[in-house]
């Protein structure tokens, strides 16, 4: 049947050491053109841009944190789900050329932290959107599409997912 001749296509997620950040970090680093692309998909929105950042163990909240809370019963407890905020939001902002050149200086000042830009809805008081801009360059936790998953075609590595201002 058709479906068995599929099978192949079929991913298993691999749970141990896959972890995800944000939109697009399964992809390659991006390019400086594009985040300034998924920047202006923001500002087109209305949204304001933020960037935050935060050291690798702590950036990945792989736990309900610090507490030991149950989160299950405790819908909207947020520990260590929070990262650094590099300077203001960016009010007013309407070129991505600006969001690229305070990237660059998170960056270099935190050359060994995740970087992150939000984009945030002033009005409904919402984070929107946010992607990872740049990975520290001690990152082991990044896996390709295909080492996310296991099986026939085994795991295989690649990209470097979302690092683009240098």
Same mark, same amino acid.
């Given at each position: 049947t058709t479906k068995a001749a599929n099978n192949s296509a079929m991913m298993v997620w691999q749970p141990h050491n896959n972890k995800f950040f944000e939109t697009f970090s399964f992809l390659p680093p991006l390019s400086d053109g594009e985040i300034a692309r998924q920047v202006q998909y923001l500002l087109n929105n209305g949204w304001t841009p933020c960037i935050e950042f935060e050291s690798a163990d702590k950036a990945y909240a792989?736990?309900? /944190? #610090?507490? &030991? *809370?149950d989160s299950s019963i405790s819908a909207? =407890? =947020?520990? %260590?789900? =929070? #990262?650094? *905020?590099?300077? +203001?939001? *960016?009010? /007013?902002?309407? %070129?991505?050329?600006?969001? +690229?050149?305070?990237?660059?200086?998170?960056?270099?000042?935190?050359p060994e932290c995740f970087i992150r830009v939000a984009g945030f809805d002033n009005i409904k008081q919402v984070q929107c959107s946010s $992607? +990872?801009?740049?990975?520290?360059? %001690?990152?082991?936790? $990044?896996? /390709? @599409? %295909?080492?996310?998953? @296991?099986?026939? !075609? &085994?795991?295989?590595?690649?990209? !470097? &997912?979302?690092g683009g201002a240098r």
């Open positions: 792989d736990t309900h /944190g #610090w507490s &030991g *809370m909207g =407890y =947020y520990d %260590n789900r =929070y #990262w650094v *905020m590099w300077k +203001l939001p *960016m009010y /007013g902002c309407i %070129n991505p050329e600006e969001v +690229l050149q305070e990237i660059r200086a998170c960056t270099r000042a935190f $992607f +990872l801009a740049h990975r520290p360059t %001690n990152d082991t936790s $990044f896996q /390709g @599409v %295909n080492g996310r998953q @296991v099986g026939d !075609g &085994g795991p295989q590595g690649g990209g !470097g &997912g979302g």
